[in-house]
Protein backbone atom coordinates (compact mmCIF):
# COMPACT_ATOMS: atom_id res chain seq x y z
CA UNK A 1 0.00 0.00 0.00
CA UNK A 2 1.25 3.28 -1.11
CA UNK A 3 2.07 5.76 2.12
CA UNK A 4 0.72 8.71 0.06
CA UNK A 5 -2.31 7.41 -0.27
CA UNK A 6 -3.23 6.27 3.62
CA UNK A 7 -5.63 8.63 4.20
CA UNK A 8 -7.78 7.90 1.63
CA UNK A 9 -7.38 4.14 2.22
CA UNK A 10 -8.51 4.53 5.55
CA UNK A 11 -11.90 5.91 4.08
CA UNK A 12 -11.99 3.42 2.13
CA UNK A 13 -11.29 0.70 4.78
CA UNK A 14 -14.21 3.23 6.53
CA UNK A 15 -16.77 2.19 3.53
CA UNK A 16 -16.19 -0.88 3.83
CA UNK A 17 -16.61 -1.36 7.21
CA UNK A 18 -19.86 0.31 7.17
CA UNK A 19 -20.89 -1.48 4.81
CA UNK A 20 -20.83 -4.82 6.26
CA UNK A 21 -22.12 -3.81 9.51
CA UNK A 22 -25.37 -2.76 7.45
CA UNK A 23 -25.92 -5.81 6.10
CA UNK A 24 -25.25 -8.09 9.58
CA UNK A 25 -26.76 -5.41 12.11
CA UNK A 26 -30.40 -4.19 12.56
CA UNK A 27 -30.79 0.27 11.59
CA UNK A 28 -31.37 0.69 15.60
CA UNK A 29 -27.57 0.41 16.19
CA UNK A 30 -27.11 3.90 14.09
CA UNK A 31 -24.35 5.13 16.70
CA UNK A 32 -22.47 2.87 15.41
CA UNK A 33 -23.01 4.31 11.31
CA UNK A 34 -22.09 7.54 13.13
CA UNK A 35 -19.20 6.75 15.13
CA UNK A 36 -17.76 4.36 12.48
CA UNK A 37 -18.09 7.68 9.78
CA UNK A 38 -17.02 10.26 12.14
CA UNK A 39 -13.56 8.25 13.10
CA UNK A 40 -12.84 7.56 9.76
CA UNK A 41 -12.40 11.15 8.78
CA UNK A 42 -10.71 12.19 12.07
CA UNK A 43 -8.20 9.58 11.54
CA UNK A 44 -7.57 10.35 8.37
CA UNK A 45 -7.42 14.05 8.67
CA UNK A 46 -4.68 13.12 11.40
CA UNK A 47 -3.05 10.84 8.93
CA UNK A 48 -2.79 13.79 6.43
CA UNK A 49 -1.65 15.97 8.60
CA UNK A 50 1.13 13.58 9.68
CA UNK A 51 1.90 12.95 5.78
CA UNK A 52 2.68 16.66 5.32
CA UNK A 53 6.01 17.20 4.03
CA UNK A 54 8.31 19.32 1.69
CA UNK A 55 9.02 17.26 -1.44
CA UNK A 56 6.14 16.41 -3.81
CA UNK A 57 5.57 12.61 -4.54
CA UNK A 58 4.65 11.42 -8.03
CA UNK A 59 3.02 7.71 -7.92
CA UNK A 60 0.92 5.15 -9.92
CA UNK A 61 2.74 6.08 -12.92
CA UNK A 62 2.38 9.81 -12.83
CA UNK A 63 -1.67 9.86 -12.21
CA UNK A 64 -1.52 11.50 -8.70
CA UNK A 65 1.40 14.07 -6.99
CA UNK A 66 0.81 14.42 -3.45
CA UNK A 67 2.35 17.48 -1.92
CA UNK A 68 1.80 20.34 0.42
CA UNK A 69 -0.61 22.57 -1.92
CA UNK A 70 -2.99 19.22 -2.79
CA UNK A 71 -3.53 18.49 1.16
CA UNK A 72 -4.46 21.54 1.72
CA UNK A 73 -7.33 21.03 -0.11
CA UNK A 74 -7.97 17.59 1.30
CA UNK A 75 -7.64 18.92 4.51
CA UNK A 76 -10.66 21.33 3.95
CA UNK A 77 -12.50 18.63 2.24
CA UNK A 78 -12.28 16.33 5.25
CA UNK A 79 -13.14 18.57 7.59
CA UNK A 80 -16.13 19.77 5.82
CA UNK A 81 -17.00 16.18 5.73
CA UNK A 82 -16.45 16.01 9.39
CA UNK A 83 -18.71 18.70 10.40
CA UNK A 84 -21.78 18.01 7.62
CA UNK A 85 -22.08 14.73 9.64
CA UNK A 86 -23.57 15.81 12.81
CA UNK A 87 -25.17 19.11 11.44
CA UNK A 88 -26.96 16.79 9.13
CA UNK A 89 -27.80 13.93 10.97
CA UNK A 90 -31.04 15.33 13.05
CA UNK A 91 -33.15 16.35 10.06
CA UNK A 92 -32.13 12.64 7.89
CA UNK A 93 -33.40 11.05 11.28
CA UNK A 94 -36.83 13.55 11.22
CA UNK A 95 -37.24 12.25 7.94
CA UNK A 96 -36.74 8.71 9.06
CA UNK A 97 -34.77 8.34 5.94
CA UNK A 98 -31.90 5.25 5.99
CA UNK A 99 -28.72 6.75 7.50
CA UNK A 100 -26.40 4.05 6.18
CA UNK A 101 -27.21 5.36 2.34
CA UNK A 102 -26.03 9.03 3.38
CA UNK A 103 -23.21 7.95 5.26
CA UNK A 104 -22.09 6.33 2.28
CA UNK A 105 -22.63 8.96 -0.02
CA UNK A 106 -21.00 12.03 2.20
CA UNK A 107 -17.63 9.36 2.60
CA UNK A 108 -17.60 8.37 -1.08
CA UNK A 109 -17.87 12.91 -2.27
CA UNK A 110 -15.21 13.07 0.28
CA UNK A 111 -13.04 10.28 -0.89
CA UNK A 112 -13.44 11.85 -4.79
CA UNK A 113 -12.74 14.78 -3.54
CA UNK A 114 -9.61 14.02 -2.27
CA UNK A 115 -8.02 12.18 -5.37
CA UNK A 116 -9.23 15.13 -7.30
CA UNK A 117 -6.85 17.28 -5.61
CA UNK A 118 -3.91 14.71 -6.07
CA UNK A 119 -4.92 14.16 -9.49
CA UNK A 120 -2.14 14.54 -12.28
CA UNK A 121 -3.75 13.43 -15.93
CA UNK A 122 -6.99 14.16 -17.70
CA UNK A 123 -8.37 10.79 -16.95
CA UNK A 124 -8.05 10.99 -13.17
CA UNK A 125 -9.36 14.26 -13.33
CA UNK A 126 -12.37 13.38 -14.69
CA UNK A 127 -13.34 10.16 -12.89
CA UNK A 128 -12.24 12.04 -9.49
CA UNK A 129 -14.78 14.55 -10.53
CA UNK A 130 -17.90 12.32 -11.16
CA UNK A 131 -17.33 10.25 -8.41
CA UNK A 132 -17.70 13.42 -6.70
CA UNK A 133 -20.48 14.76 -8.73
CA UNK A 134 -22.80 11.34 -8.84
CA UNK A 135 -22.65 11.34 -4.71
CA UNK A 136 -23.61 15.08 -4.91
CA UNK A 137 -26.46 13.90 -6.92
CA UNK A 138 -27.36 11.22 -5.19
CA UNK A 139 -27.56 13.41 -2.05
CA UNK A 140 -29.41 16.06 -2.98
CA UNK A 141 -32.50 14.15 -3.95
CA UNK A 142 -32.06 11.64 -0.97
CA UNK A 143 -35.02 13.19 0.70
CA UNK A 144 -37.47 11.58 -2.57
CA UNK A 145 -40.66 12.56 -0.31
CA UNK A 146 -39.21 16.55 -0.75
CA UNK A 147 -40.72 17.96 -3.98
CA UNK A 148 -38.28 20.18 -3.66
CA UNK A 149 -35.24 17.95 -2.98
CA UNK A 150 -36.90 16.10 -6.37
CA UNK A 151 -36.52 19.45 -8.18
CA UNK A 152 -33.39 19.80 -7.33
CA UNK A 153 -32.14 16.45 -8.27
CA UNK A 154 -33.46 16.98 -11.90
CA UNK A 155 -31.44 20.18 -12.14
CA UNK A 156 -28.68 19.56 -10.58
CA UNK A 157 -28.16 16.16 -12.82
CA UNK A 158 -29.45 17.68 -16.18
CA UNK A 159 -26.93 20.75 -15.56
CA UNK A 160 -24.01 18.29 -13.81
CA UNK A 161 -24.17 16.07 -17.61
CA UNK A 162 -24.21 18.63 -19.32
CA UNK A 163 -21.06 20.29 -17.65
CA UNK A 164 -19.71 16.91 -17.43
CA UNK A 165 -20.00 16.20 -21.42
CA UNK A 166 -18.56 19.95 -22.20
CA UNK A 167 -15.53 19.33 -20.06
CA UNK A 168 -14.52 16.34 -21.45
CA UNK A 169 -15.29 17.50 -25.41
CA UNK A 170 -12.60 20.27 -23.51
CA UNK A 171 -10.24 17.41 -22.37
CA UNK A 172 -10.14 16.08 -26.03
CA UNK A 173 -9.10 19.12 -27.83
CA UNK A 174 -6.51 19.47 -25.49
CA UNK A 175 -5.89 15.52 -25.63
CA UNK A 176 -4.99 16.06 -29.26
CA UNK A 177 -3.47 19.32 -29.21
CA UNK A 178 -0.79 17.79 -27.56
CA UNK A 179 -0.03 14.98 -29.66
CA UNK A 180 -1.89 12.22 -27.07
CA UNK A 181 -0.63 13.33 -23.75
CA UNK A 182 -2.60 12.74 -20.63
CA UNK A 183 -0.54 13.87 -17.83
CA UNK A 184 -0.49 17.28 -17.26
CA UNK A 185 3.00 18.19 -17.36
CA UNK A 186 3.16 16.18 -20.71
CA UNK A 187 0.59 18.07 -21.46
CA UNK A 188 2.24 21.07 -21.80
CA UNK A 189 5.81 19.69 -23.41
CA UNK A 190 3.72 18.08 -26.12
CA UNK A 191 1.86 21.26 -26.72
CA UNK A 192 5.29 23.14 -26.90
CA UNK A 193 6.84 20.23 -29.20
CA UNK A 194 4.28 20.35 -31.57
CA UNK A 195 3.45 24.27 -31.72
CA UNK A 196 -0.20 24.03 -31.27
CA UNK A 197 -0.12 26.54 -27.84
CA UNK A 198 -1.17 29.49 -29.87
CA UNK A 199 -3.61 27.22 -32.15
CA UNK A 200 -7.78 27.80 -32.07
CA UNK A 201 -8.07 24.46 -30.49
CA UNK A 202 -6.72 25.46 -27.58
CA UNK A 203 -8.68 28.49 -27.35
CA UNK A 204 -11.53 26.08 -27.76
CA UNK A 205 -10.52 23.67 -25.02
CA UNK A 206 -9.89 26.49 -22.95
CA UNK A 207 -13.10 27.62 -23.20
CA UNK A 208 -14.89 24.29 -23.05
CA UNK A 209 -12.92 23.48 -19.53
CA UNK A 210 -13.67 26.99 -18.15
CA UNK A 211 -17.20 26.53 -18.80
CA UNK A 212 -17.53 22.95 -17.75
CA UNK A 213 -15.73 23.46 -14.27
CA UNK A 214 -18.03 26.72 -14.11
CA UNK A 215 -21.08 24.90 -14.33
CA UNK A 216 -20.00 22.57 -12.00
CA UNK A 217 -18.50 25.36 -9.08
CA UNK A 218 -21.30 27.72 -10.19
CA UNK A 219 -19.59 31.04 -10.37
CA UNK A 220 -21.09 34.15 -11.90
CA UNK A 221 -22.27 33.91 -14.53
CA UNK A 222 -22.60 30.17 -14.37
CA UNK A 223 -24.76 30.29 -10.80
CA UNK A 224 -28.47 30.71 -12.15
CA UNK A 225 -29.37 26.87 -11.70
CA UNK A 226 -27.70 27.29 -8.32
CA UNK A 227 -30.48 28.95 -6.38
CA UNK A 228 -33.16 26.24 -6.12
CA UNK A 229 -30.30 23.51 -5.69
CA UNK A 230 -29.53 24.90 -2.87
CA UNK A 231 -33.44 25.30 -1.26
CA UNK A 232 -33.63 21.50 -2.01
CA UNK A 233 -30.37 20.35 -0.30
CA UNK A 234 -30.02 22.81 2.45
CA UNK A 235 -29.53 19.82 4.84
CA UNK A 236 -26.43 18.85 3.01
Not at 78 to 97: A, G
Not at 142 to 149: E, I, Q, V
Amino acid sequence: MEVSFFPECILIFGLILLLMIDSTYDQKDRPWFYFISSTSLVISITALLFRWREEPIISFSGNFQTNNFNEIFQFLILLCSTLCIPLSVEYIECTKMAITEFLLFVLTATLGGMFLCGANDLITIFVASECFSLCSYLLSGYTKRDLRSNEATMKYLLMGGASSSILVHGFSWLYGSSGGEIELQEIVNGLINTQMYNSPGISIALISITVGHGFKLSPAPFHQWTPDVYEGVWFV
